[in-house]
């Protein structure tokens, strides 16, 4: 079995332990998914993922779960040609590949407004904790990885995502409960058929 398919079946075991899985699990591309940057590279190079990359995305898509990228690229022809020579341009829908001074908050946006996924319901990993700060305040469960997507990364990211789905879960129960309760009226003093 090679590396890719070891990564992979660690990848689908983390995946099948986890207690809620996302709907939408977005990846940067410069330090996160391969280790450079796209405006340091030319179009003519043959890119590389970090190791585990694409045993992950393959287990992620095994499990049924979307992949979408979130990247601030100042050269989006470089990362697209990129991830056609590493064949996997079909696997991420959406694709925002924009410069921006948001943090990416636009590029979540127009994510959201593509898919309908709600934000609590994405898992979203970057190298950059401006970004990492700025998403996982519009409720996106935000992993900062230091040397690339890796399965340590992928299992704090599911774990991570359990806790923030189970407090959201929690507390819409305690909003139910407080403001949709309907009036008692069991103690009715009117006629009764």
């Not at 989006?76 to 040609?81: E, F, G, L, T, V």
């Amino acid at each position: 079995m090679g590396d890719v398919e070891k990564v992979k079946e660690e990848a689908l075991q983390i995946l099948g332990v986890s207690e809620v899985l996302p709907k939408l699990v977005v990846f940067d591309l410069d330090y996160t998914l391969w280790p450079f940057y796209c405006e340091c590279r030319s179009k003519r190079e043959m890119p590389s993922l970090y190791p585990h990359a694409t045993g992950i995305l393959l287990a992620l898509k095994q499990k049924g779960i979307n992949l979408a990228i979130a990247s601030r690229s100042p050269t989006p022809d470089i990362a697209s040609s990129f991830l056609t020579k590493l064949n996997l341009k079909s696997i991420f829908l959406p694709q925002e590949i924009f410069s921006s001074w948001t943090h990416k908050t636009d590029h979540f946006q127009r994510i959201h407004s593509r898919t309908g996924v709600p934000f609590n319901s994405m898992l979203f990993f970057d190298d950059e904790n401006r970004n990492i700060q700025a998403v996982s305040k519009m409720g996106v469960t935000s992993i900062l990885v230091g040397n690339g997507i890796n399965l340590g990364a992928l299992r704090e990211g599911l774990t991570r995502f359990s806790q923030n789905w189970n407090a959201s879960q929690k507390n819409k129960q305690r909003w139910l409960d407080k403001y949709s309760k309907k009036p008692d009226t069991s103690n009715n003093d009117g006629p009764s058929n």
